[in-house]
Each structure stands twice: as structure tokens, then as C-alpha cells.
């Protein structure tokens, strides 16, 4: 089966190609350019050197969150379209399980972290098992105390993956929790994760496919705000 597979969920974007588990091609970049701007260009190009035409996939995968707010609406909006007017299947995976693929190599409990602000991050926590990764736990935003409780429950380092990585390995060395941190290459979201992660989902139409949020936008909890005191009508 021939993927492509699209990761906007962040600041860096990238498209793949996989074939059979197997990447033929991978084009990222991180720039301060929106990603409405660099994602469909480099999945031309993409598919242009490879010599691989749209018709030619057999499936459109994308990471429809947690992430960017803007971003996930970007790959969303980008496969569906492509989908439609490719008359393709297509389908949305977590942008956590695509990165958690990023710690086969280190084996064990991986923890793949999105910064979420607010003293939060988006999280999930996976253990590799027979060469993928096995989920242990939701999607979900949580604040890494309560992350740091729970892995320090594993009594077992794990592999932290992501654009939260980081951040997360600061806090949790401050907190004598154990952790591996990923080598800067393994770290960021890969549309290579997303191809990996969507082998084995079930295929739909672009209709089917929403963006996954876990939250409120910004906009959203202020004016949720704003209602909770009076201040805004319905």
C-alpha cells in the first residue's frame, strides 16, 4: 500500500511517501512561513521526484491533532481536499501515536509531548512491543505534574518525543523523574510517523475526516470565560 501522508500539527511540516511500512520519500521543512504556504507545494515536488503520481496512492493520511489550532486545520483542510478531488480514501491519525513511532529504536515506554501552554502538555504514553507502538493511555492535555506522577508510577525511564520534550525534560529532571530525552532528529513530528500510524486504520471519505482538538481554542475559553461572569449573552 502506497501512503501519503501529510504533519502540520506544528511548527515544522513535512509530507511522505511510505510503501508497505517502507519510506520512499520525505520532504520537511521549519521556517517561519505558514504552513499554508509550504505543505501542498512540497507534496508536489515530493511526488514530481519520485516519479509517483496522485492516482497512483492508495491513501491519504494525515495528523488531525492535538496540536496547532491553525496547523491541524491546514493538514485537515489539505487532504481533504486533495481526497475529494483525487477520489481517495483518506484518514486522520493522533499526532502523539505518529510521533511515539519515533522511539522504535529506543525501545521501552515512550512519552510523546506536545507544549500546550497554559502549564500544560499534550500527552500519551506508549511501550514498544513486536516493532510498534502499543498505547497505554488517551490523547489528552494534563500538566506535567500530573504527567511526572505518572511516569514516575512506571519506575522505568521513558523516551520523550516532540516539540515538548524539552520543556518536559527540564521539569522532570528538577523532579528526579527518568527520562531519555530524543536526539534532535528523532524529536520533532514527521509526516513519516503519520504514514506508520495509519497502515493499519480504517480508511473513510474526506467527509469523515475532522480535525481532533482536545480543547478549546484561546478565543473559545475567553468567551467561554466571559459567559461563566455575565458579561457576554447568547
Same mark, same amino acid.
Given at each position: 500500500?502506497?501512503?501519503?501522508?501529510?504533519?502540520?500539527?506544528?511548527?515544522?511540516?513535512?509530507?511522505?511517501?511510505?510503501?508497505?511500512?517502507?519510506?520512499?520519500?520525505?520532504?520537511?521543512?521549519?521556517?517561519?512561513?505558514?504552513?499554508?504556504?509550504?505543505?501542498?507545494?512540497?507534496?508536489?515536488?515530493?511526488?514530481?521526484?519520485?516519479?509517483?503520481?496522485?492516482?497512483?496512492?492508495?491513501?491519504?493520511?494525515?495528523?488531525?491533532?492535538?496540536?496547532?489550532?491553525?496547523?491541524?486545520?491546514?493538514?485537515? #483542510?489539505?487532504?481533504?481536499?486533495?481526497?475529494? !478531488? %483525487?477520489? $481517495? =480514501?483518506?484518514? *486522520?491519525?493522533?499526532? /502523539?501515536?505518529?510521533?511515539?513511532?519515533?522511539?522504535?529504536?529506543?525501545?521501552?515506554?515512550?512519552?510523546?509531548?506536545?507544549?500546550?501552554?497554559?502549564?500544560?502538555?499534550?500527552?500519551?504514553?506508549?511501550?514498544?512491543?513486536?516493532?510498534?507502538?502499543?498505547?497505554?493511555?488517551?490523547?489528552?492535555?494534563?500538566?506535567?505534574?500530573?504527567?511526572?506522577?505518572?511516569?514516575?508510577?512506571?519506575?522505568?525511564?521513558?523516551?520523550?518525543?516532540?516539540?515538548?520534550?524539552?520543556?518536559?525534560?527540564?521539569?522532570?529532571?528538577?523532579?528526579?523523574?527518568?527520562?531519555?530525552?530524543?536526539?534532535?532528529?528523532?524529536?520533532?513530528? #514527521?509526516?513519516?510517523?503519520?504514514?506508520?500510524? !495509519? %497502515?493499519? $486504520? =480504517?480508511?473513510? *471519505?474526506?467527509?469523515? /475526516?475532522?480535525?481532533?482538538?482536545?480543547?478549546?481554542?484561546?478565543?473559545?475559553?475567553?468567551?467561554?470565560?466571559?459567559?461563566?461572569?455575565?458579561?457576554?449573552?447568547?
Amino acid at each position: 500500500m502506497l501512503i501519503l501522508a501529510f504533519e502540520s500539527s506544528a511548527r515544522a511540516a513535512s509530507a511522505a511517501l511510505c510503501r508497505d511500512g517502507c519510506l520512499v520519500s520525505q520532504y520537511s521543512q521549519c521556517s517561519a512561513l505558514t504552513h499554508s504556504r509550504t505543505l501542498l507545494p512540497m507534496a508536489e515536488d515530493m511526488l514530481k521526484n519520485a516519479e509517483i503520481a496522485l492516482a497512483d496512492v492508495d491513501l491519504i493520511a494525515v495528523a488531525h491533532g492535538p496540536g496547532s489550532f491553525t496547523g491541524i486545520r491546514i493538514g485537515v #483542510s489539505t487532504v481533504k481536499g486533495l481526497a475529494w !478531488a %483525487a477520489e $481517495k =480514501p483518506c484518514v *486522520g491519525v493522533s499526532t /502523539l501515536e505518529a510521533m511515539a513511532w519515533h522511539g522504535l529504536a529506543a525501545g521501552g515506554y515512550v512519552c510523546p509531548v506536545m507544549d500546550a501552554r497554559r502549564s500544560q502538555v499534550y500527552s500519551a504514553l506508549f511501550e514498544i512491543q513486536a516493532q510498534k507502538p502499543r498505547r497505554l493511555s488517551e490523547d489528552r492535555p494534563l500538566a506535567l505534574s500530573e504527567l511526572a506522577e505518572e511516569i514516575r508510577a512506571l519506575k522505568e525511564p521513558v523516551f520523550l518525543v516532540g516539540d515538548g520534550a524539552e520543556l518536559t525534560a527540564a521539569y522532570f529532571q528538577e523532579n528526579n523523574i527518568p527520562y531519555r530525552l530524543a536526539p534532535e532528529n528523532l524529536r520533532w513530528q #514527521s509526516a513519516w510517523g503519520v504514514a506508520m500510524a !495509519a %497502515a493499519d $486504520k =480504517p480508511a473513510a *471519505g474526506a467527509d469523515a /475526516l475532522l480535525p481532533v482538538y482536545l480543547r478549546l481554542s484561546q478565543a473559545e475559553r475567553e468567551r467561554q470565560e466571559r459567559l461563566e461572569k455575565g458579561g457576554e449573552k447568547l
